[in-house]
Nanobody, 118 residues
Framework: QVQLVESGGGLVQAGGSLRLSCAAS????????MGWYRQAPGKQRELVAG???????NYADSVQGRFTISRDNNKNTVHLQMNSLKPEDTAVYYC????????????WGQGTQVTVSS
């Protein structure tokens, strides 16, 4: 079955960095679009960054220039490098994937908590 497992979340001070990773199994990874969403308390889940099977990337305006998404097709892993973190980046971050991205992903990980203190 499809499994996405996130890691790398934690507590960091404002201005710090974290690197999230998502390991995928049960899919032909290189054919899948992958991405990261986040959900803060009381807010809707929002797209943070996405990467297509061909490597094209897109970012939310709020993280452009601070976050970088990348993929390693040899290791079936997608990463999210987060720099210059702000308290408003605090959320549960979810990894998602699908063969065709149509505004939402077909499968999801369990999420990893990112907390940025001021």
């Amino acid at each position: 079955q499809v499994q996405l497992v996130e890691s790398g979340g934690g507590l960091v001070q404002a201005g710090g960095s974290l690197r999230l990773s998502c390991a995928a199994s049960g899919i032909i990874f290189r054919f899948n679009a992958m991405g990261w969403y986040r959900q803060a308390p009381g807010k809707q889940r929002e797209l943070v960054a996405g990467i297509s099977s061909g490597g094209s990337t897109n970012y939310a305006d709020s993280v452009q220039g601070r976050f970088t998404i990348s993929r390693d097709n040899n290791k079936n892993t997608v990463h999210l490098q987060m720099n210059s973190l702000k308290p408003e980046d605090t959320a549960v971050y979810y990894c998602g994937g699908s063969v065709i991205y149509t505004g939402k992903y077909d499968y999801w990980g369990q999420g990893t908590q990112v907390t940025v203190s001021s």
